[in-house]
């Protein structure tokens, strides 16, 4: 697949380009996505919900100008509803219309052609005129088994098959990627079959750095205290104490929240007063309560002011008489 210039000429293009729409990937998602990108394979990802999957396909989408076609999974998902299906309303019609002038075969050939046919968002994805579509198959985990193997000539091949009409071919290959939260294990034909990303939870300047896209309204110091604070809340101890840590979006909605509520800056009480924003299950906004939300803004705030004596110090201070020196072909970090 042949890449065009412009956003997806390199890695760092395309990691500029997705900032460009609002979409702060790290070096390691860009990667993934120029792969796929380049190599023409379908990309899963996977990780825990919130962290920015369907988000990448709706910035990807923006960022390459194709349309964004989604199928979202759910249990008991049907090839019609993926694919496609007869319109058997105006089939009917039609014959009724055409009854007495033709013989059967006739008729069976003219109510299965193309016009009679409802095109899903897979059969759309493959029939899309340049430059393509971007199609999200999103919560494939949702799905169940059968489902998954139907989707394996599509995967593969970029195509499908209707018995009507025959084998249905890509006009333009689409980018396509799959999401799925690990609600059950999928099967390996449909991982062999694409990219494979782990997607996790942002470090603290990306997650700033999303907060202060989104919410722009939002005061510098709010704006790093709230990315800070959810940070917080995802770490041990206090991850263990949640069924479900707060996600990007929710991160940006209490931000909205706080600026909507005049916050300056974090108390216990603001927290345990919003906390529905960050937690959607009734017994993880009960375990926020004020001396957990105490608890956690003091190791927040020493955490802070760590990271500052840190960037002060110089973050890599020069090692020891007593240690090796290291050697200047070290390897490069991951990014």
């Given at each position: 697949?042949?890449?065009?210039?412009?956003?997806?000429?390199?890695?760092?293009?395309?990691?500029?380009a997705?900032?460009?729409?609002?979409?702060?990937?790290?070096?390691?998602?860009?990667?993934?996505?120029?792969?796929?990108?380049?190599?023409?394979?379908?990309?899963?990802?996977?990780?825990?919900?919130?962290?920015?999957?369907?988000?990448?396909?709706?910035?990807?989408?923006?960022?390459?100008?194709?349309?964004?076609?989604?199928?979202?999974?759910?249990?008991?998902?049907?090839?019609?509803?993926?694919?496609?299906?007869?319109?058997?309303?105006?089939?009917?019609?039609?014959?009724?219309?055409?009854?007495?002038?033709?013989?059967?075969?006739?008729?069976?050939?003219?109510?299965?052609?193309?016009?009679?046919?409802?095109?899903?968002?897979?059969?759309?994805?493959?029939?899309?005129?340049?430059?393509?579509?971007?199609?999200?198959?999103?919560?494939?985990?949702?799905?169940?088994e059968?489902?998954?193997?139907?989707?394996?000539?599509?995967?593969?091949?970029?195509?499908?098959?209707?018995?009507?009409?025959?084998?249905?071919r890509?006009?333009?290959?689409?980018?396509?990627?799959?999401?799925?939260?690990?609600?059950?294990?999928?099967?390996?034909?449909?991982?062999?079959?694409?990219?494979?990303?782990?997607?996790?939870?942002?470090?603290?300047?990306?997650?700033?750095?999303?907060?202060?896209a989104?919410?722009?309204?939002?005061?510098?110091?709010?704006?790093?205290?709230?990315?800070?604070?959810?940070?917080?809340?995802r770490?041990?101890?206090?991850?263990?104490?949640?069924?479900?840590?707060?996600?990007?979006?929710?991160?940006?909605?209490?931000?909205?929240?706080?600026?909507?509520?005049?916050?300056?800056?974090?108390?216990?009480?603001?927290?345990?007063?919003?906390?529905?924003?960050?937690?959607?299950?009734?017994?993880?906004?009960?375990?926020?309560n004020?001396?957990?939300?105490?608890?956690?803004?003091q190791?927040?705030?020493?955490?802070?002011?760590?990271?500052?004596?840190?960037?002060?110090?110089?973050?890599?201070?020069?090692?020891?008489?007593?240690?090796?020196?290291?050697?200047?072909?070290?390897?490069?970090?991951?990014?």
């Amino acid at each position: 697949m042949t890449l065009p210039s412009g956003p997806t000429a390199s890695i760092d293009a395309l990691q500029a380009a997705l900032q460009t729409v609002g979409y702060y990937a790290d070096r390691r998602l860009a990667t993934a996505a120029f792969l796929a990108l380049k190599l023409g394979r379908p990309l899963l990802l996977e990780g825990e919900p919130g962290v920015g999957k369907t988000e990448l396909a709706k910035a990807l989408a923006a960022v390459l100008a194709r349309p964004l076609l989604r199928l979202q999974c759910f249990d008991g998902l049907e090839q019609r509803e993926a694919l496609y299906e007869w319109n058997y309303a105006a089939q009917l019609l039609h014959l009724r219309a055409a009854e007495g002038s033709n013989t059967a075969e006739e008729l069976e050939q003219e109510v299965y052609q193309p016009r009679y046919l409802v095109r899903r968002p897979l059969l759309q994805a493959l029939q899309t005129p340049e430059p393509g579509a971007l199609l999200l198959i999103d919560e494939v985990d949702r799905a169940d088994e059968p489902f998954e193997a139907f989707l394996l000539e599509y995967l593969g091949e970029y195509q499908v098959s209707i018995p009507e009409l025959g084998t249905v071919r890509a006009a333009v290959p689409p980018v396509t990627l799959l999401t799925s939260n690990r609600t059950r294990e999928l099967h390996d034909a449909v991982r062999r079959r694409c990219l494979y990303h782990w997607l996790d939870y942002p470090e603290r300047e990306r997650e700033l750095a999303i907060v202060r896209a989104q919410v722009p309204e939002a005061p510098a110091q709010l704006a790093a205290q709230v990315a800070a604070f959810v940070q917080q809340l995802r770490s041990a101890p206090y991850g263990d104490r949640f069924q479900r840590a707060p996600g990007i979006a929710e991160t940006a909605e209490w931000a909205r929240a706080l600026v909507a509520l005049d916050t300056i800056a974090l108390d216990p009480e603001v927290v345990v007063d919003t906390a529905g924003i960050l937690f959607k299950q009734r017994d993880d906004v009960a375990a926020l309560n004020l001396a957990l939300a105490d608890e956690a803004l003091q190791a927040m705030r020493a955490g802070e002011q760590q990271r500052i004596e840190q960037q002060g110090q110089g973050e890599h201070p020069a090692p020891p008489a007593s240690a090796p020196t290291p050697s200047p072909a070290g390897g490069r970090g991951a990014g």
